[in-house]
């Protein structure tokens, strides 16, 4: 038995070194995927290696790179970052605040 699946768009950001896999002078793009398509399917589809993405966030919310995709769903794919602030408990912590406490 197949399902037919419609397509849907998504609207994708990319940050930092990761807009490489834009056009130049783009912000973002919009992607046609099928219905079921994840988050990794972005990424096989602008050829972004896996070592290259930090994470991503779909409408906001963090996600794994298995998470379904919706029609209208906007995608924020970040890099890898340096330095030395982090993400713990949903809060921006700082090696200036660690040093202090």
Do not use: H
Not at 41 to 69: C, F, H, R, T
Not at 77 to 99: E, H, K, N, S
């Amino acid at each position: 038995v197949y399902k037919l699946c419609a397509p849907m768009r998504i609207t994708i950001d990319l940050f930092g070194d990761l807009r490489r896999f834009l056009e130049k002078g783009q912000d973002r793009l919009e992607l046609e995927l099928t219905e079921g398509d994840t988050v990794a399917m972005i990424y096989q589809k602008l050829g972004i290696p896996g070592g290259d993405v930090y994470g991503a966030s779909v409408n906001g919310e963090w996600a794994d790179a298995g998470q379904p995709l919706a029609e209208g769903d906007r995608v924020f794919i970040f890099p890898p970052i340096a330095g030395g602030d982090y993400y713990q408990g949903g809060m921006l912590w700082q090696r200036d605040t660690l040093a202090k406490s």
